[in-house]
T-cell receptor
């Protein structure tokens, strides 16, 4: 079945540091890929998405490129802020399977802490 | 403003009691979902529904039940059969289950069994 693997955490960075969070996936079709962010005590918010190979999703300075050849969707940001401290989830949805198998599959999430 | 509401934010339950978590959306979405989140384990799907009066079990449905009598509402009941119910519960919705559209999440309910 489909699966998403995220790098182990937690990650602690200083403000203005460069961020990379790795995400790789396994899917039988051509999935849509997502990054969600969860701030403390809240639900998940969509950060960015990409629906086909070589698409780049971007939002709030974060970027991720859909790499079919490496089955990856790594999240990057050039300069993190304290306000970026949160839990980040990579997820996929494979619409080609249809019906019950089109649901989102999430990675385990990684906690990012940014110190001033 | 359109969105998803969950209530209550915090819920305490004694062992052996059933409790119902509320989820309402005004986004006119067809599909709705319930997830359970435990520390370090990501999100696990409990139940989902593509249309009114239809719902399917997810990966960890044992000890839970749902109903979908209205498009806007998808309540989750945590029964006494759920052996470890203490967790953070998230409700979500999306426009069309089959097109891989993104899901929109509510703020969550934290359930604690005393």
């Amino acid at each position: 079945g489909d699966s998403v693997t995220q790098m182990e955490g937690p990650v602690t960075l200083s403000e203005e540091a460069f961020l990379t969070i790795n995400c790789t996936y396994t899917a039988t079709g051509y999935p849509s890929l997502f990054w969600y962010v969860q701030y403390p005590g809240e639900g998940l918010q969509l950060l960015l998405k990409a629906t086909k190979a070589d698409d780049k999703g971007s939002n709030k300075g974060f970027e991720a490129t859909y790499r079919k050849e490496t089955t990856s969707f790594h999240l990057e940001k050039g300069s993190v802020q304290v306000s970026d401290s949160a839990v980040y989830f990579c997820a996929l949805s494979d619409p080609s399977l249809g019906g019950a198998n089109s649901k989102l599959t999430f990675g385990k999430g990684i906690t990012l802490s940014v110190r001033p | 403003d359109g969105g998803i509401t969950q209530s209550p934010k915090y819920l305490f339950r004694k062992e052996g009691q059933n409790v119902t978590l509320s989820c309402e959306q005004n986004l006119n979405h067809d599909a709705m979902y319930w997830y359970r989140q435990d520390p370090g384990q990501g999100l696990r799907l409990i139940y989902y529904s593509q249309i009114v009066n239809d719902f399917q079990k997810g990966d960890i449905a044992e000890g839970y039940s749902v109903s979908r009598e209205k498009k806007e509402s998808f309540p989750l009941t945590v029964t006494s059969a759920q052996k470890n119910p203490t967790a953070f519960y998230l409700c979500a919705s999306s426009t069309n289950l089959n097109r891989g559209d993104e899901q929109f999440f509510g703020p969550g309910t934290r359930l604690t069994v005393l």
